[in-house]
């Protein structure tokens, strides 16, 4: 790690970058950030480790970090294609995105076959909403590296965006062959399903989004309450609302299930629930007239669509 050291020293440093890089991998950054730091404080030059450190502080969402450490990194050894584009995603997240692109270019002059870099170019024409051209780059990246996995995942995206479900699936099916920790590829596949019309394949996805990100219970919920099964649906639905009490969304969700389900006086007592912790919103005076019409109490309802209505007008 260092031309000083000795061999010894040397096979020390080394096993434990390995290490290092094997706990980073797995997404144990903590650990990972632990064992880069010490081998800093014993290599302060070392610009792979300042590098990786780096992109710790870029997965932690601390991107003045993130880009000082790459930097530093780069100033060091300004011969590192993959150091230059994390800068370039450092740069991309601070929407920063002509320093971006410079960054990918310059790992691009390194290395022409870069896939990383010509992929983040096409995420990069992609938050501009040019399709075409991100599309393009996701093809190179994919004909150089057939492997890569966020390739497939965001021209799986653009195909989802088209309406082109079958190939997305596709991508999708083989990011999540490459890499199956992208949650959001779960997700988008059952996003592609539920288009098709395959609500098992769609719900069977969602499940394992929910596994992995409980806070997707909303997408689960909603698929169950379009194939009938209200019941999964509201056990689902209570989770978003449980989560996030003042979910407009999910309470509204929550008590269609309800009413369909002809759950009518726990749903009168959620949708006055609903309407003081939300910030007594009208649409939930709506759903307790609803539900106080299925109890045949019509004339509290009426009480109930006079306020509703007052808040209209």
């Known amino acids: 790690m260092s031309p000083s050291g000795s061999p010894s020293d040397e096979s020390s440093a080394r096993d434990l970058f390995n290490q290092a890089l094997a706990l980073h991998r797995k997404g ?4 990972a950030k632990s064992i880069y730091e010490q081998l800093l404080g014993e290599h ?15 997965q932690n969402k601390d991107l003045p970090r993130a880009v000082g450490l790459i930097s530093k990194a780069l100033v060091i050894n300004p011969r590192m294609p993959a150091a230059f584009s994390n800068l370039g995603n450092a740069y991309r997240d601070q929407k920063e995105l002509d320093k971006a692109l410079k960054c990918y270019e310059c790992a691009l002059k390194i290395d022409p ?3 990383d870099a010509i992929s983040n170019i096409g995420n990069l024409f992609y938050d501009q909403k040019n399709y075409v051209e991100a599309m393009n780059f996701y093809n190179r990246a994919i004909a150089i590296n057939p492997r890569h996995a966020d390739a497939h995942y965001n021209r799986g995206n653009i195909y989802l965006h088209f309406d082109n479900n079958l190939a997305a699936v596709s991508d999708y099916n083989k990011a999540l062959e490459l890499n199956p920790s992208i949650v959001d590829a779960y997700l988008n596949r059952g996003q592609a399903y539920k288009k098709m019309g395959n609500y098992a394949a769609a719900l069977t996805d969602f499940t394992q989004v929910i596994k992995m990100q409980p806070e997707y219970n909303l997408a689960i919920g909603k698929c169950y309450f379009q194939t009938g099964d209200y019941d999964e649906a509201i056990v689902h639905l209570s989770n978003v609302v449980r989560v996030r009490p003042k979910n407009t969304n999910g309470w509204i969700e929550l008590l269609n299930c309800m009413y369909f389900s002809k759950q009518s006086e726990d749903g009168y007592e959620y949708a006055s629930h609903a309407y003081e912790i939300t910030g007594s919103k009208p649409v939930f005076l709506f759903y307790k007239v609803a539900f106080l019409l299925e109890l045949g109490k019509s004339k509290q309802a009426l ?3 006079e306020q509703a209505l007052s808040t209209l007008l």
Not at 28 to 31: E, G, I, S, Y
Not at 44 to 58: Q, S
């Open 113 to 115: 076959l870069f896939d």
């Open 44 to 58: 302060p030059e070392n610009a792979e480790v300042l590098h990786l450190l780096g992109v710790i502080a870029l």
């Open 28 to 31: 144990d950054l903590v650990a």
């Open 303 to 305: 009480l109930y669509l």
